[in-house]
Nanobody, 122 residues
Framework: QVQLVESGGGLVQTGGSLRLSCATS??????MGWFRQAPGKEREFVAA????????NYADSVKGRFTISRDNAKNSVYLQMNSLKPEDTAMYYC?????????????????WGQGTQVTVSS
């Protein structure tokens, strides 16, 4: 089984930055991504990266502000979040797809972490 543990969430003011980390139980050789869900809202796609690192997807709402990256030596995946807005407030989930292909479709992801909370105050 692939286990995912997120960290790095917290409380920041509008315009601030956070770097989310996802520690994996295996060498990072799968497609990885991030979803988020705010109270009362549907879970939404944030970002994803293929196993090769050669292909990325970003939600329009975060494009230009968020960056997904990987460090295979540390078995970790990161989400750098800059210029945070109150609308970014949500529980953020790290996800893993055994297909190795980045996608916006949540059904493609086999494993999900427990989430880390990000709160942006206005």
């Amino acid at each position: 089984q692939v286990q995912l543990v997120e960290s790095g969430g917290g409380l920041v003011q509008t315009g601030g930055s956070l770097r989310l980390s996802c520690a994996t139980s295996r060498r990072t050789s799968y497609a990885m991504g991030w979803f988020r869900q705010a109270p009362g809202k549907e879970r939404e796609f944030v970002a994803a990266m293929s196993a090769s690192g050669g292909f990325t997807n970003y939600a329009d709402s975060v494009k230009g502000r968020f960056t997904i990256s990987r460090d295979n030596a540390k078995n970790s995946v990161y989400l750098q979040m800059n210029s945070l807005k109150p609308e970014d407030t949500a529980m953020y989930y790290c996800v893993c797809s055994l297909t190795g292909l980045a996608t916006m479709n949540p059904r493609a992801y086999n494993y999900w972490g427990q989430g880390t909370q990000v709160t942006v105050s206005s």
